[in-house]
């Protein structure tokens, strides 16, 4: 008797071989080939196993080091700076008592942009030359020469930190914005009645309640800023002289232009089991903050 493959299986099973050639087998080989020394101009180097030799010579570059570092940095100031931005957007959004649907819809405007295209229009708006922000500051008395924001190693990483508060700040305020709306008033009135200050209110009743949904955006966002590489590589390509180099424009670098695609891949890995650390870390204080808000409310 001929054994027939459930129904669900079946409807299931285009979905699964389409996983599995897409995601499954390139996520196999690249995991293969970080234990051999794989150059795309040698493809035949791919045969050639070496054992932990790639990480260890991952755990022991200190280029890798340094932007693992600068992508620390990176994530730690836009990811407070995008929270606290977003915070204050949606609550003057839930203060609104009119047009609240039109400020929602503004307030996504920045999602709707490709990475690529949030790249190129901050590249042209600190272009020290013909850029809109030199040009305002000259307009206005606050400085007679053009400042060089994607030359200067410092001002470049500024730069590409304003490009990614601007395009994903509306991350945090539409997930903050939605605990507002879900939040009980009872709490906050009672509060009033007992004689708090906003401040008090705020500390105390609110952002106890909008706390889960802020980590909520906090673990979104931090795999993106980890694995960010579209605007680095768009505003400055790493430059100048690596100064903005992350953990991906690095291991692209690796991967292409050094056409050492074994060793990318090991950094590649390294890479997802820091991140995978950090989604732990913010994993962990949502849930304290669900527990609390249930010990609490």
């Known amino acids: 008797m001929k054994s027939r493959l459930p129904a669900p ?16 087998v390139p996520l196999l080989f690249s995991f293969y080939s970080s234990f051999t020394p794989f150059r795309l101009t040698r493809p035949d180097s791919l045969w050639t196993f070496i054992g932990t030799r790639n990480y260890t010579r991952v755990l022991s570059n200190w280029d890798f080091w340094v932007a693992f570092g600068r992508t620390i940095l ?6 407070n ?4 931005l977003g915070l204050g957007l949606a609550m003057l959004v839930n203060k609104a008592t009119h047009g609240q649907r039109l400020l929602r819809t503004l307030m996504m405007f920045p999602m709707m942009f490709s990475p690529v295209l949030v790249g190129f229009q901050f590249k042209f708006l600190f272009n020290d030359n ?14 007679d020469q053009a400042i060089p924001w ?21 991350v945090f305020a539409i997930l903050i914005l939605a605990g507002l709306l879900a939040m ?20 105390y009743v609110t952002w106890p309640f909008v706390m889960p949904f802020a980590f909520i955006a906090m673990t979104i966002r931090s795999l993106d800023v ?19 180099e992350l953990l991906w424009t690095l291991i692209g670098r690796t991967a292409y232009s050094d056409a050492r695609m074994g060793l990318a891949n090991a950094m590649a890995y390294v890479s997802i ?18 527990q609390q808000i249930g010990a609490e409310w």
């Open 81 to 84: 700076a995008e929270m606290l």
């Open 273 to 290: 089991l820091l991140s995978i650390l950090f989604t732990v870390y913010f994993f962990r204080k949502l849930a304290a903050a669900r």
């Open 9 to 24: 299986v079946l409807l299931l099973l285009p979905a699964i071989i389409v996983l599995v050639a897409v995601i499954v």
């Open 184 to 203: 009980p008033q009872e709490p906050v009135e009672a509060a009033r009645v007992d004689g708090c200050t906003p401040w008090q209110t705020f500390r």
């Open 74 to 79: 990176l994530l730690t100031i836009a990811l």
């Open 226 to 244: 980890a694995r960010a590489y579209d605007i680095v590589k768009i505003m400055t390509d790493g430059g100048p002289a690596g100064r903005t």
């Open 130 to 143: 013909i850029g809109l922000v030199n040009n305002a500051l000259q307009s206005l008395g606050l400085t």
């Open 150 to 170: 994607l030359i200067n190693g410092n001002l470049a990483l500024f730069s590409i930190i304003v490009a990614e508060v601007w395009s994903s700040t509306s």
